[in-house]
């Protein structure tokens, strides 16, 4: 086994305060890499140490690999954690650990490279025989670009090879808006990823977001904690997740489950890991996205469901221990559903709203979680992304799960700032959601309507799509 006795936290915000609290609970040290923005947060406030790793913009710290393998170095810890986004599955990162005998808590720097190309992520994903959404290979150009569309016929994405969290996709409905949509989409990569490489994938109008969450050791063991559903986004951005995947049969779920687990096995995967797939509901078919290679966002109502501390078993991994459970260990009970918050203004279009909490009270109760690292006197940093608090709830069923949600919801006191929760508010509420009658364009589509909030005050978000 390896020894573990004290982390470098590379992160900010919920996560950051996730990881320490798992690191507590395992006995072993946590310090927080902060930014000069950050030095008064949660995760500052909580960790054994603290180190400032630079100023607020993240290109001048969190995603400064040099900066972090230093101050990792330099306090003496013996692994990095370095949670979503950022550095999380950037192989460079990782194989710097490996070269300054520290240990990533997360996968090889093989798999993140396997993975974090999502071209090559299809390829490699074909060779298991996991069915994999029609679309090409590398675009070299306009001219071919015409000749691929054409065989794979409108509406389709144009995406970056080196993508991801829903960035560097666009839709394209017509012949039309190719070219633009085409020239647009290579520049924002090269800005965005330093690659403008781009492919094209079918897109399916009425679909769904099932990912399954798989976990894996050093030792060829690979299992599942069943799968999520997380169809309701916002431009590309996940809003609403909840686990298990409701009405879908149990022999699809089963196939998707067992597909996500066939991939991490094929790839001798070793940590957390999430398998995602798009589920055309006209054909009933699913097909392969991509895989993340670190944490989720939503890893909490994996881990409402099925009992398991994700966080720890992933630091459990990287120590080199077996996996604590075998896939016959897994017993998943009940219904839970994430919804995020962020200090967004719906009203303007869901505009950044950084500001100071003049006040922060967070809902209790049987069945209610939240993840966060905002108290009463913070400021929220115009710096980094909008996400304050994840609010979790666990039901015996989904009716009981969004009947908790709503209460956590009404009961959740945020003042100073505005937040998406009246906006929440509304989708728990609607029609389609309780009756399961949505897809990922849905919530598209509800901000074609007039908006009404439960405190009376309306908005009009039809000018805000």
Known sequence: ?????????????????????????????????????????????????????????????????????????????????????????????????????????????????????????????????????????????????????????????????????????????????????????????????????????????????????????????????????????????????????????????????????????????ESLGTVEFILDQDSNQFYFLEMNTRIQVEHPVTEMISGIDLVKEQIRIAANYRLSLSQSDVRLAGHAIECRINAESPELGFQPCPGQITHWLQPQGIGIRVDSHCYSGYFISPYYDSLIAKVITLGADRSQAIDRMRYALKNFVVAGIDTTIPFLSYILNQPDYIKRQVNTSWIEHILDRPLYYTNNKHYDLRRVT
Do not use: W
């Open 1 to 269: 086994m390896k020894n573990i006795s004290r982390v470098l936290v590379a992160n900010r915000g919920e996560i950051a305060v996730r990881i320490i609290t798992a690191c507590k609970g395992l006995g072993i040290e946590s310090v927080a890499a902060v930014s000069e923005a950050d030095k008064d947060s949660m995760p500052a406030k909580i960790a054994d140490r603290v180190i400032c790793i630079g100023p607020p913009r993240p290109t001048d710290s969190y995603l400064r690999a040099d900066t972090i393998l230093c101050a990792a170095l330099g306090t003496g810890s013996d692994a990095i954690h370095p949670g979503y986004g950022f550095l999380s599955e950037q192989p460079e990162l990782a194989e710097s650990c490996r070269g300054n005998n520290l240990i990533f808590i997360g996968p090889s720097p093989e798999s993140l490279r396997q993975m974090g190309n999502k071209l090559l992520a299809r390829k490699i994903v074909k060779g298991y025989s996991i069915p994999v959404i029609p679309g090409s290979e590398k675009v070299g150009d306009l001219k071919e670009a015409y000749k691929i569309v054409k065989e794979i016929g409108f509406p389709v994405l144009i995406k970056a090879a080196a993508g991801g969290g829903g960035r560097g996709i666009k839709i394209v409905t017509n012949p039309d808006e190719l070219k633009i949509t085409f020239e647009t989409a290579a520049a924002e990569a090269r800005i965005a990823f330093g690659d403008e490489t781009l492919y094209f994938e079918r897109f399916f109008p009425n679909a769904r977001h099932i990912e399954v969450q798989i976990v894996g050791d050093h030792f060829g063991n690979v299992i599942h904690a069943g799968e999520r559903d997380c169809s309701l986004q916002r431009r590309y951005q996940k809003v609403v997740e909840e686990a298990p995947a409701p009405s879908i049969s149990n022999k699809l779920r089963e196939e998707i489950r067992k597909a996500g687990v066939t991939i991490a096995k094929n790839m001798k995967y």
